[in-house]
């Protein structure tokens, strides 16, 4: 008789993420082993199991985002928040090929072509997705070229720079902890996150590109779903290794967007028009100049 697998990852000192092939997850806390007895010092070993992995990499995600929960911020949505997120969307996703690639090439360095391929098709599935970002902002008459050329909100660019550091590394495994973390928050946004966005766009403007295509109406659901049957058919170091960067990646992208989210609406234009150099313009079409509205009618036929 075949024993069900359980697997586990320590993603702190204290703290171990153990899960079942049946989807269950818990979480143990190792100091208060008593005896100093441990069944989960020691790392896993053996194979995966697509129940097991799904447990260990979102109880990962869950973990790091419970350690903001008593001062998450819970702000009413406005537009301008909605064109940081943008601005953040963009940076997160215009180097993404490449940083990929970068990774890929290294694993066929070290003969890991499954790997390699893995990693081609994330990087080929991802190529063009900032572009959505700017025409949303294109959309809405803001000049999202020259924004994104000047600014990065502050809690994006940590985020930005573990996946540089990442894809640079000598055995560039926790690139894909970190690709999975972002699709699978994305994945979470349904049709009613889309439509609060378009309430708070001016009539008639469609600035819901990006967000469409990284939600649970896009491509993200299946990503996921392709993620976790590759990581739980990896050796149980690699499973190891991706787990923790999940968690470790969460954490930055919890931290990061919980700082984004406090800043009032006066502060998040302040920064936007400080690093563009002049105001904003209006964001609704009475208020655009021809050739900003040239740009909103161009964006809304793309």
């Known amino acids: 008789m075949t024993r069900p697998v359980t697997e586990w990852v320590n993603v702190t000192d204290d703290i171990s993420i153990i899960a079942r092939e049946s989807g269950e997850v818990w979480f143990h806390n190792r100091s208060s082993t008593k005896g100093g007895l441990d069944p989960f010092a020691a790392p896993m070993e053996g194979p995966g199991s697509l129940g097991s992995t799904i447990g260990l990499l979102d109880g990962a995600i869950n973990l790091a985002f419970s350690t903001i929960e008593a001062r998450l911020a819970r702000p009413e949505p406005t537009l301008i ?24 090439s290294r694993f066929e360095e070290l003969g890991r072509p499954e790997v390699a391929a893995y990693l081609e098709d994330r990087a080929r599935e991802e190529t063009g997705h900032d572009r959505l970002a ?12 020259r924004l994104v050329a000047s600014f990065i909100p502050e809690g994006i660019k940590p985020l930005c720079k573990r996946f ?16 999975y973390c972002l699709e699978r ?14 309430a708070l766009c001016p009539e008639g403007v469609d600035a819901t590109r990006f967000l469409r295509s990284h939600s649970s109406l896009g491509s993200e659901a ?15 170091n690699d ?5 923790q960067e999940t968690y470790r990646s969460a954490l930055i992208m919890a931290e990061g967007y919980n700082n984004e989210l406090l800043k009032s609406e006066a502060q998040m234009r302040e920064e936007m028009e400080r690093a563009l150099g002049e105001p904003l313009p209006y964001l609704h079409m009475t208020g655009l100049s021809g050739v900003q509205k040239h740009d909103v009618a161009s964006a809304r036929a793309d």
């Open 81 to 104: 928040a909605y064109i940081v997120a943008l601005v953040g969307a963009y940076h997160t996703s215009v180097d993404t090929p490449r940083n990929l690639r970068r990774a890929k």
């Open 222 to 236: 299946a990503h996921v779903d392709e993620t976790i049957e590759f990581v739980a058919s990896l050796p149980a």
């Open 239 to 243: 499973r190891i290794k991706v787990v």
């Open 185 to 198: 928050i994305a994945a979470l946004k349904e049709d009613s996150d889309i439509d609060n966005v378009r």
């Open 164 to 179: 540089d550091d990442l894809c640079a590394e000598d055995y560039p495994i926790g690139s894909i902890g970190y690709s």
């Open 134 to 145: 700017l025409k949303d902002l294109r959309a809405l008459g803001v000049p999202g070229d």
